[in-house]
């Protein structure tokens, strides 16, 4: 640290992003929970023919992509705000929506950004723990006071809050934010989105990374009632305008264009997840439900960190948090079948080393 850097971020602990390693050709990568699939043919097409201009600005507005994303979402365009990457955009809503009278409120184990959000702006939070069996009790959230952020199916753990749980929560105090994080709902939940007419204080955040295939072209948005998302446009005209440059809102606009693709994508990970969770559970290890594109897994025979780099020096990268309670655990993304068959062979592999 330099001796320039400003003492109001003493307390901020940066987030560490997985390992992006420069030769992935030689790795089996399921550790950042990426897309194993290219993006759509359309996406690619668009991105070819739709940005033969990079010297002039990408539109500030992405007026085509938000038309087509609010129809995609049954929502209206003014309901969107675009974003680089769903974690701009959560940065966004940390900072518009909490302060020292709006603490922001979040389980224990949940996406390790939110509490560096926080740092960040200067935001007071409280982490609330999860249940015994990682899940969300929405009581919890009921009663406290702050503005809340869920992300929804939580991550690590992947596990999946019904609608009517967040709905509970939304109307319990109409006076404060709740903040749906659905990077992973297109994996098997239903998306809160529709919500959005009913209650004011809803604020859904999306993200093209997971489902869509897109997470190196950054690109997330969010979804709320007009004011809200005013709220979120304030901020980002007095940060960064052309947050999303037009190569990215062109593939946005093609892989929106084309559904069908990003939903036959969805359904082959949601298949090879179950199939991977039955091979795993039969090596006898414990997951949770995992209603992503990953899977978060334990195994008595062998600990969480051991697993990680022994697979490791096999070429399988997953993810493992270093964190209390869930040091036990890896976090496994879905890839493509061959990559899950690779997966489980290291495994068994490594546990026939051991006994
Ligand atoms: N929310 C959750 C729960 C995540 O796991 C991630 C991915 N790290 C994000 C948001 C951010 O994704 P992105 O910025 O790529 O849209």
Known sequence: MSRFFSHKFDALTPYV??????D????VKLNTNENPFPPSPKALLYAREHTRSPELYSDPEGVELRRALGF????????IVLANGSDEVLNFAFMAFCDADHPAVFPDVTYGFYPVFCQLSGIPYREIPLKADFSIDPED???????????????????????????GILASDPDRVVVVDEAYIDFGGVSCIPLIKKYP???????FSKSRSMAGARLGFAVGCEALIGDLNTLRYSTNPYNVNSLTLALGLGTVLEESYTQRNCAEIIRVRELTAERLKALGFRLTDSKANFLFARSDRISGGELYRKLKERGVLVRHFD????????RITIGTEDQMDALVEAIKAILEERT
Not at 72 to 79: A, D, F, M
Request: glycine share 8%; hydrophobic share 30%; net charge neutral.
């Open 17 to 22: 992003p997985g390992e992006q390693p420069g």
């Open 24 to 27: 992935k050709q030689q790795l």
């Open 141 to 167: 959230y009921c009663r406290a006071r702050g503005t809340v952020f869920i992300a929804n199916p939580n991550a690590p753990t992947g596990m999946l809050l019904p609608v009517e749980a967040i709905e």
């Open 72 to 79: 995609l979402c049954g929502v209206r365009p003014e309901e």
């Open 201 to 207: 204080n809803l604020l859904v955040t999306r993200t």
């Open 323 to 330: 964190k209390p309670r869930i040091d036990d655990y890896n």
